[in-house]
């Protein structure tokens, strides 16, 4: 028999059913605010789509560093050593510094400005280079390569804004200058060990930086050591080249620019558009523009503001000196001194001299490596690999270069041996050192001249 206070009540039914459709709407309405959130982070997450398009420029280029080296299963090319049975074996020990001669000055002239302006358009037996006068302008257009030339066709036209104070303080350029005030007190008071007209020029160029007039005083110092470098006092040239290089730590190597800098203006960044297309525009890699404007790849925005250089960077290696010089050419073909960095080269001056492109492609990051003599193989990330972490190939381009194959730029892991003869013939850089010439260098592009 059942109770009556068991019989459910027509009241108690209503009062069921309506708590169960207060609980369904209570779920929608949260469900519903949650989609809205969802939605709103969405639109609203800064660099969203610029975010992705940055992830797919820099996936692109690990693809590339990767399909690179899953095609050089065993590491770049191992470095085909020239014949020496009739070169004169060289030590360190009885290597003494030779500055660069104008001759050889005109000769690095002559095979730049072929290999840059003319490397595709070479016909089989004309490989003698007429070097031009001294005080001629280099001819070097940065040109070279049709295929990554292609790749710029459709990237939309850059928009370039004159640089205010309040974008881009080039009136507070000194304060971005380590140590400006010891560099300007230094160069206002440096006398001159070079006499005649060389010296002449070169307190010409030190009083303008002293004055701070760093673009003039730079192109002064950068002439001079380009074209007379071998006229001046070893002293003098070493201090030309800290006293540049002090001045380009901010006029390259920081977000800072001046109005009238030849090799840097202010660039706007369009819709869909990558660094890696930006610095192709501008032959510079874009782990150079992610540097100088302290940026990542995977994070710019569109009407950002960036900094960035007129590449390409060009190198000169004095094997006789163990030191590489970074030039960046001025449209009227002069070139700009950047920075120095000190290397080792081949063993029994086994480094061929001449002009080299460095080899589309042939960049390599962390890369795997056979040694050619004892057949070793050294894997990725083995922290024995003697070439380091980068390795840049060197593709000959005039009469004593053309078709040797297997030499490069590269790190150490014996850092004693820079200053030395001792590669099996390609360049060897310091670790830090290597990773910055990684980034300024453009294969295709940028060239590297070897001299005695």
């Known amino acids: 028999m059942v109770l009556q206070s068991q019989i459910a009540r027509p009241q108690t039914f209503r009062k069921i059913a309506t708590r169960s459709r207060r609980r369904r709407s209570r779920k929608g309405l949260v469900m519903m605010i949650a989609l809205m959130v969802v939605l709103i982070v969405c639109i609203a997450w800064p660099g969203g789509a610029d975010s992705t398009q940055g992830s797919a420029d820099a996936n692109d280029n690990n693809n590339q560093n990767a399909g690179l080296t899953a095609n ?45 302006g003319n490397t595709h358009r070479r016909t089989p037996g004309n490989n003698t280079i007429q070097a031009p006068p001294l005080e001629q302008p280099l ?21 370039l804004i004159d ?34 007209e060389v010296g002449a020029m070169l307190k010409q160029g030190m009083d303008l930086i002293g004055d701070g007039q760093y673009i003039e005083g730079r192109r002064v110092l ?31 190597f920081s977000d800072r620019t001046l109005h009238d800098d030849p090799h840097a203006e202010i660039y706007v960044v369009q819709d869909r558009e990558y660094l890696s297309t930006i610095g192709r525009r501008y032959h510079i890699t874009y782990q150079l523009i992610e540097q100088i404007n302290n940026v990542k790849a995977t994070r710019i925005r569109v009407g950002q503001k960036l900094k960035v250089i007129r590449g390409p960077f060009h190198a000169v290696v004095t094997k006789s000196a163990y030191r590489m010089d970074l030039y960046l050419q001025e449209k009227d073909g002069s070139m700009t001194y950047v920075r120095s960095f000190p290397v080792g080269v081949g063993k029994d001056d ?23 003599h004892t057949n070793r193989h050294y894997k990725r990330d083995d922290p024995n690999n003697p070439i380091g972490e980068h390795w840049i190939a060197l593709r000959g381009t005039d009469a004593n270069t053309k078709g040797l194959t297997g030499y490069g730029i590269h790190g150490t892991v014996e850092p004693e041996s820079i200053g030395k003869q001792a590669s099996l013939g390609c360049i060897r850089m310091l670790k830090n050192d290597v990773a910055l010439v990684y980034k300024l260098l453009v294969d295709g592009k940028s060239t590297v001249h070897i001299q005695p």
Do not use: F
């Not at 030590?91 to 095979?111: E, M, V």
């Open 139 to 159: 001819n070097i257009r940065a040109t070279t390569d049709d295929s990554s030339n292609a790749q710029n066709t459709k990237a939309p036209a850059p928009v």
């Open 222 to 252: 950068s002439k001079l050591l380009w074209l007379r470098g071998s006229a001046l006092d070893h002293r003098d040239a070493d201090t030309v080249r800290r006293t540049l290089e002090s001045v380009n730590k901010s006029l390259v």
């Open 163 to 196: 640089p205010t104070p309040d974008q881009r303080p080039s009136v507070a350029l000194n304060k971005g200058i380590e140590g400006i005030k010891e560099i300007l007190a230094s160069v206002r008071a440096y006398s001159s060990v070079t006499p005649g």
């Open 72 to 116: 050089t299963l065993d590491g770049p090319p191992a470095p085909v050593l020239p014949n020496t049975n009739n070169t004169h074996e060289r030590t360190h020990a009885n290597a003494t510094p030779n500055p660069t001669t104008d001759a050889n000055r005109s000769t690095i002239q002559a095979g730049l400005g072929s290999v840059i």
């Open 350 to 372: 086994s480094t061929p001299i001449g002009t080299w492109v460095c080899k589309p492609g042939g960049k390599l990051e962390n890369p795997s490596w056979t040694h050619p």
